[in-house]
């Protein structure tokens, strides 16, 4: 089940029935494609029709934060909770552990996809992760450096691949190279989840998680963005009142 919130189709299913179909997907082998548009996204998303028709070509778009949780309220597309990419992702990584499936990550500057790795398999013992690779290649399909990052996922026979490069970097290289990846079940794009599940970056409390303020603490954690993480909940709400945004 799908709504649109700026002409961007995302789920509209409880976290643990979107885990559901998650699950189902990864057992039949599908070749799945999942995206989590937040508030920044979608706010240039409604700018920009080319990006829009990016994170629609997924099979799954996670409702990414409390921002798209309100547009959802405001829109008249109500969403029945909030989630997160990163909580998903956790959720994945139990998954794979029990399935014995295969994790390759790809992102983030040198040496942090290998020591996010080491993290998680400190918490995750039985975890297979079968590859990292940094994000700092040239990404263009046709390109020696891609294809050599296409042969690593390959020969790695991965089923699982976290792309964290950013919005819409990681997006794009996703649906650019999925049909590349045969044995991929699941590509799912997390910006900068690598970051945290290395311990660069540290998340918001639990407390503050739960009342949907994470997106102020990273303001007050990163102040060179804190003004635009600021503006993002007005913005994405006047871009959802104004009905020449709307698709």
């Not at 942090?112 to 975890?127: F, G, S, T």
């Not at 660069?200 to 102020?216: H, M, T, Y």
């Not at 007050?220 to 993002?232: G, N, T």
Request: with cysteine.
């Amino acid at each position: 089940m799908s709504k649109a919130i700026l002409g961007v189709r995302v789920c509209a299913l409880p976290q643990k029935e979107i885990q559901k179909r998650i699950e189902r997907r990864l057992l039949t082998g599908k070749s799945t494609a999942i995206f989590t548009p937040n508030a920044e996204m979608l706010s240039a998303a409604a700018r920009d029709s080319s990006l829009r028709t990016l994170l629609n070509t997924s099979d799954i778009n996670i409702p990414d934060g409390i921002g798209i949780y309100l547009a959802s309220l405001v829109s008249g597309s109500r969403l029945p909770e909030r989630s997160t990419g990163i909580d998903t992702a956790e959720q994945i990584l139990k998954i794979a552990e029990k399935q014995d499936l295969r994790v390759f990550l790809l992102g983030g500057k040198e040496g942090v996809a290998e020591k996010a790795a080491l993290a998680l398999k400190e918490r995750h013992p039985r975890l297979i992760i079968c590859g990292t690779h940094h994000g700092y290649f040239d990404k263009y399909k046709l390109c020696k450096e891609n294809n050599s990052v296409i042969r690593s996922i390959n020969d790695a026979k991965a089923d699982i691949l976290f792309v964290c490069f950013g919005f819409p970097l990681q997006e794009r290289w996703i649906a650019e190279n999925l049909p590349s990846l045969p044995s991929v079940r699941l590509a799912m794009g997390l910006g900068g989840s690598l970051d945290v599940w290395s311990g660069n970056i540290r998340r918001a409390p639990s407390w503050v998680q739960n009342i949907g303020l994470e997106w102020l603490w990273r303001a007050f954690r990163e102040p060179k963005r804190a003004k635009r993480l600021l503006s993002l909940p007005k913005g994405l709400l006047s871009a959802i009142t104004t009905k020449e945004c709307r698709s």
